[in-house]
């Protein structure tokens, strides 16, 4: 107990970056990082999307002010925004909403995109979350291992890390360059549901572990108990014995009238 306690507290005190880290290479660390709790996920993955939305927005306000081609030369930055964002739209409508953007200042501008854009990415992901959970609580049942979903849900967390810094690095390339990959979103799924699996027979591969391990104590226990401690006999067994001794002294003593006689 006092070590469990303790490995908690090291948990608890892992830093961003750490448990970044963990989420990709140490598979093995998923347990301890789920049982700090829901909470603890939580924040964890709102700080992870934070730093995704940063880079998106970043690399979306350098794309429009300088990659970017729009049919109309000498676009204002508020102009840029309504004409990439609200593609599609008729000519009058692009104009309403970029003489209502032209009333704010660039910064403001660029804060309402970040804002806008985390809220977008967060739900979009929390809902591969959930997702992803799911798929981890039928990998339980054909692993026939026991968890709390609230464990599996914190799982999922950490295992979609890695899909989650490959997608920002695809959003980047792609905005950026005409570079494209097919079928994204199924390496995107299929690499957090490794991540997750990878975890949950590891968790399996620890209970049959120390479940072989409790079988030998028990077993040397037993011998050694058993070497120590003379067991009574039962009334029945001892006068079994009895009858046994009676019966080979009787043979014995048939034996020896016979070679008497003999000789």
Not at 128 to 140: E, M, P, R
Not at 181 to 202: C, E, G, H
Request: glycine fraction near 2%; hydrophobic fraction near 45%; charged fraction near 25%.
């Amino acid at each position: 107990m006092e070590e469990k306690q303790t490995r908690k507290e090291e948990f608890l005190k892992l830093k961003f970056f750490k448990k970044v880290w963990y989420s990709i290479t140490k598979f093995e660390k998923y347990p301890e990082m789920a049982a700090l709790g829901v909470k603890k996920a939580i924040i964890y993955f709102t700080e992870l999307m934070i730093i995704f939305t940063i880079l998106f927005t970043g690399t979306y306000v350098y794309y429009i002010s300088n990659v970017a081609e729009f049919e109309e030369e000498n676009l204002s930055f508020p102009e840029k925004i309504v004409s990439t964002l609200t593609d599609g739209i008729e000519n009058d409508q692009l104009e309403e909403n970029a003489q209502i953007l032209n009333q704010y200042d660039d910064k403001t501008l660029i804060a309402s995109l970040f804002i806008s854009f985390f809220i977008y990415f967060y739900i979009i992901t929390l809902i591969d979350v959930f997702t992803l959970s799911i798929f981890g609580l039928l990998t339980c049942m054909i692993a026939k291992i026991k968890m709390n979903y609230k464990a599996i849900f914190n799982m999922s967390i950490f295992a979609l890390t890695l899909s989650i810094i490959l997608r920002i690095i695809y959003l980047i390339v792609t905005m950026l360059t005409t570079f494209e990959v097919r079928y994204f979103n199924v390496m995107y799924v299929a690499v957090s549901y490794i991540s997750l699996a990878a975890a949950i027979f590891l968790i399996k591969s620890d209970i049959i572990k120390q479940h072989l391990q409790l079988i030998k104590i028990i077993e040397e226990s037993k011998e050694k108990i058993e070497e120590t401690i003379n067991i009574p006999k039962k009334p029945k067994d001892d006068e079994k014995e009895k009858e046994d001794n009676k019966e080979t002294d009787e043979k014995e003593k048939k034996g020896e009238e016979e070679q008497g006689s003999n000789a």
